[in-house]
T-cell receptor
Framework: NAGVMQNPRHLVRRRGQEARLRCSPM?????VYWYRQLPEEGLKFMVY????????ESGMPKERFSAEFPKEGPSILRIQQVVRGDSAAYFC?????????????FGQGTRLTVV | DQQVKQNSPSLSVQEGRISILNCDYT??????FLWYKKYPAEGPTFLIS?????DKNEDGRFTVFLNKSAKHLSLHIVPSQPGDSAVYFC???????????FGQGTTLQVKP
């Protein structure tokens, strides 16, 4: 049973380019969460998605960031016109349910570096 | 507004002794608490959790204690092993949601 798969593991972008981060949840999991970890900080919640629905995007920056979880395929976190401050580790987590006492399983993360 | 706080950035203990990691929270609406362990360049790995209706949960060498009146939880690792050296994150889940609010993390070093 494969875990949460994120790709790429490392991504380098120049300022102004677009970054696309992918996350395939664990088999049987229909809930996906994205978190961002800035250097020397804890993980900050960004967005919570179910298939074809954004449930909670209260942690997403208002501009340049978007997320989707289509009916088919992985969840995508998209950052347009990246800036140096976007450099961070981005983690995806998945869970089977959102209201029961179940833990979320994390992927290995995508480390984005903006140069 | 830091709703989940881990006030000790680092902790060093001797192998075989007890490690105690602490976490404080401010939101009474949290109904579930979790501890994750993280190695460099890897994702967080789930360790142990506790529901807000309990005050203790034990799993092998790991025990989590919850004091709701003090809004405080702690993770006890006994006996500590060098392989336990990692960053430990406390996380809390608001009721009726799946998202997690994380503390800043505590770096544990277990010396042989």
């Amino acid at each position: 049973n494969a875990g949460v798969m994120q790709n790429p593991r490392h991504l380098v972008r120049r300022r102004g380019q677009e970054a696309r981060l992918r996350c395939s949840p664990m088999k049987g999991h229909s809930h996906v969460y994205w978190y961002r970890q800035l250097p020397e900080e804890g993980l900050k919640f960004m967005v919570y998605l179910q298939k074809e629905n954004i449930i909670d995007e209260s942690g997403m920056p208002k501009e340049r960031f978007s997320a989707e979880f289509p009916k088919e395929g992985p969840s995508i976190l998209r950052i347009q016109q990246v800036v140096r401050g976007d450099s961070a580790a981005y983690f995806c987590a998945s869970s089977p349910l959102d209201s029961e006492n179940t833990e979320a399983f994390f992927g290995q993360g995508t480390r984005l570096t903006v140069v | 507004d830091q709703q989940v706080k881990q006030n000790s950035p680092s902790l060093s203990v001797q192998e075989g002794r007890i490690s105690i990691l602490n976490c404080d929270y401010t939101n009474s609406m949290f109904d579930y608490f979790l501890w994750y362990k993280k190695y460099p360049a890897e994702g967080p790995t789930f360790l142990i959790s506790i529901s807000s209706i309990k005050d203790k949960n034990e799993d092998g060498r790991f025990t989590v204690f919850l004091n709701k009146s003090a809004k405080h939880l702690s993770l006890h690792i006994v006996p500590s092993q060098p392989g336990d050296s990692a960053v430990y994150f406390c996380a809390a889940r608001p009721s009726n949601t799946g998202k997690l609010i994380f503390g800043q993390g505590t770096t544990l070093q277990v010396k042989p």
